[in-house]
């Protein structure tokens, strides 16, 4: 059965109006109730048919009894030759004929009466309806049961967790259709826009359309490409998210992770079963651009541009759409919605220049508005939209002391969920550091409970902060702070807090990891990701720092001498390594060269290292064999070497033509038709293989000044070639005829004054609210 409560009022009306129009097999218009006198649709000739319909699904029947009672007299003044009631409520048979005798006269028959039941069958036999109106479909069991069945996976359940009450107030915006046009057409969107503009919600709006094409939903809350990867099926069709992929605050970026994304991108542009969607703060984007030219080049690489759509453009339409949605699932009572609609106020609202979901979200929220008097509504909501940075400032100050520990602690777990288990542990350990600590009170639970469904969430057994924008809040506070930064980092427990907190606070954080370092207290931190992931910081840090102490250097060789720090990254890996053996002053202070006296280490090493990191590595290398005589190679273990430095130059020239193979091709393609593919084949052929020469070319000059090692280089251009898929990737290209540009998805300029009048009928739209 289709679900009717999801549809606020115009919604249901506009429902009615195709419902009814395939049913009497006529053409229908709507009104609204300033233009009609309480008409919502009737046909174009005369007073021949008019229809009322009324949205009851929380109401009982007595209050919908009561509102079609007000509509005889102007049912009796207008004469109507037929009169149809269409209504959400599920009719008993005693109600129709209780309606029935209401408008006897102007019925022909109980049949003019549609209840829920009636519309639910009429819309089974018409698919092309459902498709029209998103919410039918959108919340059916149907796509119910299949995010129901893909929340197996712990992280869409938590994801998807509020997606019926999204889906409630979502918008169908211009965002959301041009992202559609784009996924089917390009399988990768990147979705960039303000916080609070509705990334997220939109993203898992998109993440619905396409369960309901079949699609398995793949997501994951560390935002791990690895893990994202380690999941895909070839052959299944599939959708990803990679939510806030640039986190909330840009720090620096991981180019390790940027060339997993990149490899995850390229792998999904060609393959017609995968999307995925990507969403970011425009602001943090704007900074990663600016700040990282790595990142630049990445975005130009991939040629991504013509997939960034920004979602702050919503029309004035879709504004008043949002308000009203939020007021009417809120339930906000005649007396609130008498304020906003007082004087056309609501266009002042969504006119305002700081108009944001999340601010609508903040100002309709049923626990906040019991806290304003009705006279003062109004004037609360424009300064919550004067002063947006000001909302969770004044939440803030109204905690108490143990509320404002408890938020503070959770931030510093994660910005997603986290396990309810790692909060209460690391709450209760940041409390027995408080003075004057009440022990015979659980002060966890009852923050908790107080913080609930306000500034909190709960989904099974993991807990997250509500809101993004109270992330925000947290951290602008914690980072003008540094006594209460001072305070969690005393009590922390996992890693991932020392990862949080610095971001907020570089120095304090940096000089409490040298402590823990320096005390030999940093391997007793937790990790509730990877296990692993404490003894790859554990150096990082180290180098980080520049720590040199005699007492780290057992823990050191160890831990370079471990596979622990190390894992599948070949760019980390990379990175590690160069931050001992690429830096003399570490190789010197801990005289490293012994580690590499013994061959089956340094192999170790080389087989860590990607081409970037052994042209800088081997010289230096040499350097210490010339200097150290207990370094030096067998003419096998040199051909080892040399060996390992061929199969890394292959792969970077891998690496580099299947990013550059869809430019190579069309740039030398100039038809495109099916029987020059052959003639094509050649030609590209040519083209890559010159290609290839000369990479190989540039990066032997890069490395012939060694005089030990590198003498044994040999590249397989064949391997080489046999890797990229040649043929493969030019009938993929032949068969897309071109690329795709942004301006295909353009959409025309639209008719404010025009939206205006479409807000004001959406307001006049009578307001019936009863629990």
């Known amino acids: 059965m289709y679900n009717f409560i999801n549809m606020e009022s115009h919604e249901f009306e506009l429902l009615s109006k195709d419902i009814m129009e395939k049913a009497l097999g006529i053409d229908l218009r709507t009104y609204t109730k300033g233009r009609d ?15 009322q319909v009324k949205h009851f699904v929380h109401g009982n029947f007595s209050s919908l009894r009561n509102s079609l009672i007000k509509e005889q007299e102007k049912v009796k003044k207008l004469k109507p030759k037929r009169y149809i009631i269409v209504t959400s409520f599920c009719l008993t048979p005693q109600n129709e004929n209780d309606i029935y005798n209401l408008f006897k006269p102007f019925m022909r028959s109980k049949e003019d009466i549609y209840d829920a039941c009636r519309l639910d069958s009429i819309l089974l036999d018409n698919i092309e309806i459902v498709k029209t109106h998103y919410k039918l479909w959108l919340i059916s069991s149907d796509i119910l049961n299949i995010i129901s069945n893909n929340s197996s996976n712990i992280d869409i359940s938590t994801l998807m967790y509020d997606f019926e009450r999204k889906s409630e107030l979502f918008v169908e915006t211009r965002a959301y259709r041009e992202a559609i046009k784009i996924l089917e057409s390009e399988n990768l969107i990147m979705l960039s826009g303000e916080p609070g503009v509705g990334k997220t919600t939109l993203s898992k709006m998109l993440l619905a359309y396409f369960a309901s094409q079949k699609y398995t939903l793949r997501y994951v809350s560390n935002k791990s490409v ?86 702050n453009e919503m029309n004035l339409l879709e504004k008043g759409k949002m308000l009203y949605k939020h007021i009417y699932f809120n339930r906000l ?17 969504i006119k305002h220049a700081n108009f944001n979901p999340r601010i609508i979200e903040y100002i309709t929220r049923k626990n906040k508005v019991k806290e304003i008097s009705v006279d003062s509504y109004f004037e609360f909501i424009i300064k919550s939209l004067d002063n947006p940075k000001d909302i969770w400032k004044e939440e803030f100050e109204k905690f108490k002391k143990y509320d404002r520990i408890f938020m503070n602690t959770l931030y510093s777990l994660s910005n997603d969920f ?82 949080i907190l610095r971001k907020v606070n570089e120095i304090c954080t940096m000089e409490f990891i040298n402590f823990k370092i320096l005390n030999q207290e940093f391997l007793k931190l937790k990790i509730y990701a990877d296990g692993d992931e404490i003894n790859y910081y554990y150096l990082y840090y180290i180098s980080e720092l520049n720590i040199k102490n005699d007492l780290l250097l057992e823990s050191i060789y160890e831990n370079l001498l471990s596979h622990k720090p190390f894992g599948h990254d070949k760019e980390r890996n990379s990175d590690l390594t160069m931050r001992f053996f690429g830096n003399q002053g570490m190789v010197t ?9 013994d061959f089956n280490n340094l192999r170790r090493y080389y087989n860590y290292l ?21 370094l030096m ?12 430095t061929s ?30 593919a052959e003639e094509n084949i050649s030609l590209i052929k040519n083209v890559v293989s010159t290609y290839i020469d000369s990479l190989i070319q540039d990066r032997m000059m890069l490395l012939q000044n060694n005089s030990i090692l590198c003498k044994n280089i040999h590249i397989n251009n064949q391997m080489i070639f046999d890797e990229i898929d040649l043929v493969g990737n030019i009938y993929t290209v032949m068969s897309n005829n071109g690329v795709c540009t942004k301006e295909k998805y353009n959409f025309t300029k639209e008719d404010t004054n025009s939206y205006e009048e479409l807000i004001k009928d959406l307001f006049d739209i009578e307001y019936i609210f009863t629990d």
């Open 333 to 349: 009572s005649q007396e609130y919605y008498n304020e906003i609609q007082m004087d056309e106020r609501y266009l002042k609202i």
């Open 633 to 644: 190679l067998s003419k096998d273990e040199i051909f080892k070497l040399d060996r390992l």
């Open 226 to 311: 690895r893990d994202i990867k380690n999941m895909l099926l070839d052959d299944s069709k599939e959708i990803i998210l990679l939510d806030d992929f640039l986190g909330q605050h840009y720090v620096e970026l991981d180019m390790s992770k940027l060339e997993e994304l990149k490899n995850l991108i390229i792998y999904i542009s060609n393959k017609n079963n995968k999307k995925l969607i990507l969403n970011s703060r425009i602001t943090i984007l704007n900074e990663a651009l600016n700040n990282n030219q790595g990142f630049n080049n990445f975005i130009i690489d991939i040629n991504v541009n013509k997939y960034i759509l920004n979602v």
């Open 589 to 597: 202070y801990y005289k490293l060269d012994k580690l590499i006296l």
């Open 610 to 630: 990607n081409f970037n990191a052994l042209k800088e590595f081997i010289p230096l290398h040499e350097h210490s064999i010339k200097q150290n005589i207990n």
């Open 647 to 676: 199969w890394e130059i292959e792969l970077e020239i891998i690496s580099l033509l299947n990013e550059e193979i869809d430019n190579i091709i069309v740039s030398n393609i100039t038809d495109f038709e099916d029987e020059v």
């Open 37 to 51: 006198g309480g008409i919502d649709i009737r046909g174009y000739v005369g007073n021949d048919i008019i229809i």
């Open 418 to 499: 986290i396990l309810e288990v790692i909060l209460q542990e690391s709450f209760n350990v940041r409390i027995n550091n408080e003075e004057n600590y009440d022990t015979t009170i659980n002060i966890y639970n009852d923050c908790a409970n107080r913080l609930a469904d306000s500034l909190i969430i709960k989904v099974n057994n993991s807990i997250k902060i509500m809101n993004p924008s109270i992330n925000d809040y947290i951290f602008h506070y914690l980072s003008e702070n540094d006594v209460e930064v001072g305070s969690i980092l005393k009590s922390t427990l996992y890693l991932e807090q020392l990862q």
